[in-house]
């Protein structure tokens, strides 16, 4: 039941944290293409951690993630509004690689069939 619980509660947090980044932060350092890919509260919620994803390239993924980091505190208030819990979670929030890493296995697998296919 627990476990349940949390899963919920987690997907609310990350739907809502998704909204607030992509509607209500003004920060010209965030750019547009920000998704948050998952988000894991402790047991006592005390704390969550949010698993960003953003698309461009080296310069533009640190001055996001940077700012994102810097209105945590402003996207943990709004969280605590919008969601009625007994306590906000802090926000932790770190860079997830695994979609870019992904897509460069995707690019290794197809350029092995490429060349599986002209050696035929």
């Known amino acids: ?18 909204n607030i980044i992509r509607n209500d932060i003004k920060d010209p350092r965030v750019s547009g293409m920000v ?3 998952d988000v894991t509260a402790t047991k006592d919620l005390r704390y969550a951690k949010v698993m960003i994803s953003i698309f461009g390239n080296e310069n533009e993924k640190k001055e996001t993630l940077e700012a994102l980091k810097n ?23 770190e860079l997830d690689s695994s979609i870019e890493h992904g897509m460069h ?3 290794l ?3 092995i069939k490429e060349s599986d296919d002209a050696s035929k």
């Open 35 to 37: 998704s948050v890919t």
């Open 71 to 93: 209105s945590s505190g402003f996207i943990r208030r709004e969280v605590g509004h919008r969601i009625k819990l007994r306590y906000t979670p802090e926000l932790i929030i």
């Open 109 to 111: 697998i197809q350029k």
């Open 1 to 18: 039941m627990a476990n349940y619980r949390a899963g919920r509660i987690n997907e609310e947090l990350k739907k809502e944290i998704s």
């Open 105 to 107: 296995i995707n690019s």
